[in-house]
C-alpha cells in the first residue's frame, strides 16, 4: 500500500467528514461544496485503488487476497454512493450521509493496511 496516498485519503476524508458534520448539525442540506468533496475524495481513492493494482501487479501480495479485494471494491463505491444517497436527500440527513461515508472511508483504508502488512512483516 502507498503510505503517503493512504494518508492523504484519510486526511481529505476526515476533513469532509467535520465539514459534513458542521453542516448536520447547522441543519443545511449538503451543499454543491460536499457533493464536490466527495468527488475529490472519490479521485483520491480511486488513485489508491490503482497504486494497490499495480502492487500486486508488480508481485506483492496481502495475506488474505478476497479481503483486500472485498474492502478495496468498497471503498471504491463508497464515495459516489454517498453522492447519490445525498442528492436523494435534501435535508440535513443528506449532510448525515456524507459525514458517514467520510468516516467509513479512513477505518477501510486502516483495514487495506492492516490486510496488506500481514504479508510484508511474516
Given at each position: 500500500m502507498n503510505g503517503p496516498l493512504a494518508t492523504l485519503t484519510i486526511v481529505a476524508s476526515l476533513v469532509l467528514a467535520g465539514w459534513a458534520g458542521v453542516a448536520t448539525a447547522r441543519n443545511r442540506p449538503p451543499g454543491r461544496s460536499h457533493l464536490v468533496g466527495?468527488?475529490?475524495?472519490?479521485l483520491i481513492v480511486v488513485a489508491l485503488t490503482?497504486?494497490?493494482v499495480i502492487a500486486i501487479a508488480e508481485g506483492e501480495r496481502p495475506a488474505s487476497m478476497a479481503t483486500f479485494v472485498g474492502?478495496?471494491?468498497?471503498?471504491?463505491?463508497?464515495?459516489?454512493?454517498?453522492?447519490?444517497?445525498?442528492r436523494m436527500e435534501?435535508?440535513?440527513w443528506g449532510s448525515g450521509i456524507v459525514m458517514t461515508v467520510c468516516l467509513v472511508v479512513p477505518v477501510l483504508v486502516l483495514r487495506l493496511e492492516q490486510t496488506w502488512s500481514v504479508v510484508s512483516h511474516g
Open positions: 466527495l468527488g475529490v475524495l472519490g490503482v497504486a494497490a474492502y478495496l471494491v468498497t471503498i471504491v463505491c463508497l464515495p459516489p454512493l454517498g453522492w447519490v444517497l445525498a435534501p435535508t440535513r
